[in-house]
């Protein structure tokens, strides 16, 4: 907040460019901070204008970070071949979404990814697992993983998606099933490398980003936080010519 206060003040050219708000007699120090308290009281507007401005300054800081990071982490957010993908799997329009299958927030945007994927014909969802909500929600996401590489993501999501919450491993392993997978299959590749590596690849994005709670949105160069309006997102995929 800047304010600006006129005092006519007798100043020795010879400290001219030295003087400072503490060099001041007490006197006119007291009399310039009342100047301040009466102007605030008699226009109570200009702090909430400082306010909101400082606000903006800050979004637009942070807009330009998030934004930064994401050309500088483009091939990882959009083209990582072990992630997941919905929609068409071929499509030239990219939304890359961080979810965690028990957070009720992501379970509510499932039927407007698939609103999008109706009206975007060319829309690719990229999905990046970030559980946060304890280690069932990690299983899940590694057993995700493994169904993604068997080609029976679509299938394991939509069967998993339609389990209640709280998750129970039970439940995610009657999920890969009813998916088509073979859980001992299944449990052999969870003993891999890869599937934590990727989970811990998309988590440092995650971070570089400052998300910290799904769901999250990555479109273009604009990153959205929560279970934002289906408007919202269309409006940023026509943006990048969806």
Known sequence: MTLTVFAALRVNPTTAGTL???SLPAA???AIQRMIHDYILAHPEVVAQALLEEQNSKTKEQEASSQA???ANKEKLLDDRVTP??????G???MVEFADYQCGYCKSMEPVDQNLIHEFPNLRIVMKDLPILGSTSV???RVGLVAAKQGKYAQFRKAILAEPAP???????QAGSAAGLNMGEVETELSKPWVDSELAQDRLLAVALGIEGTPAFVIGDTLVLGDVPQSDLEGLLK???G
Do not use: D, W
Not at 85 to 90: D, E, Q, S, V
Not at 167 to 173: G, H, I, K, N
């Open 20 to 22: 400072s708000a503490n």
């Open 28 to 30: 006119q120090q007291a």
């Open 69 to 71: 990071i994401i050309a």
């Open 85 to 90: 993908i919905t929609g068409n799997l071929k």
């Open 92 to 94: 030239n329009v990219t």
């Open 139 to 141: 299983y899940a996401a």
């Open 167 to 173: 998750l129970t491993t039970q439940a995610v392993s």
């Open 239 to 241: 943006q990048i010519g």
